[in-house]
């Protein structure tokens, strides 16, 4: 059973940062694609960054957190971080955690195709 636990959201002031952590158990592809998209409310659920595992490591941003956000990985514990600088007011949103298996591509926009996580709350405050 895939399970997949957010860590590290929370409140910060507008231009600091935040690390968000993803702890995936049960996960069997051999190839994998995880990431975070997110969703703030009466907004659509946006894809934000996907890091391709077993596949060279690839990773993919949207193009409202390039350059600010960072995706990684640590295999040895199964772990996705998204280190995210620079926050805007507009970051503020449910964080999720998502994995899917690496042969349909890791475009982040995808994400909430496959299996997520519980969410956890980011809000940036002016």
């Known amino acids: 059973q895939v399970q997949l636990v957010e860590s590290g959201g929370g409140s910060v002031q507008a231009g600091g940062s935040l690390r968000l952590s993803c702890a995936a158990s049960?996960?069997?592809?051999?190839?994998?694609?995880m990431g975070w998209f997110r969703q703030a409310p009466g907004k659509e659920r946006e894809g934000v960054a996907s890091?391709?595992?077993?596949?060279?490591?690839?990773?993919y941003y949207a193009d409202s957190v390039k350059g600010r956000f960072t995706i990684s990985q640590d295999n040895a514990k199964n772990t996705v971080y998204l280190q995210m600088n620079s926050l805007k007011l507009e970051d503020t949103a449910m964080y999720y955690c998502?994995?899917?298996?690496?042969?349909?591509?890791?475009?982040?926009?995808?994400?909430?195709?496959?299996?997520w996580g519980q969410g956890t709350q980011v809000t940036v405050s002016s």
């Open positions: 998502a994995v899917r298996g690496g042969w349909v591509g890791c475009n982040p926009r995808a994400l909430p195709q496959g299996y």
């Open positions: 049960g996960v069997t592809y051999s190839s994998k694609c």
């Open positions: 890091i391709y595992i077993g596949g060279g490591g690839t990773t």
